[in-house]
């Protein structure tokens, strides 16, 4: 029998695939990455590079976050 997985890398809110895909080809190009991702089809990039392109996506994510939260605390005493 043959099982199928579920993907659980989803975008929760719809809308912001769009955003999402934008950040993701910035950071490939911040990065530098082959740029043959610009056409859509990422299969010809290693799965180094991908993951690179990930994480530099949560760090900025994560930064932009705590510089969220600084504003609302008003900053560390």
Not at 43 to 62: K, P, Q, T
């Amino acid at each position: 029998m043959t099982r199928r997985r579920r993907s659980k890398n989803r975008i929760l809110v719809p809308e912001a695939k769009q955003a999402m895909d934008q950040f993701k080809y910035e950071m490939a190009s911040e990065l530098g990455i082959n740029p043959e991702y610009k056409s859509g089809y990422w299969g010809n990039i290693s799965s180094r590079e991908c993951g690179a392109v990930g994480g530099h996506m949560v760090r900025r994510m994560i930064a932009e976050a705590e510089q969220s939260l600084m504003k609302q605390e008003g900053g560390f005493k």
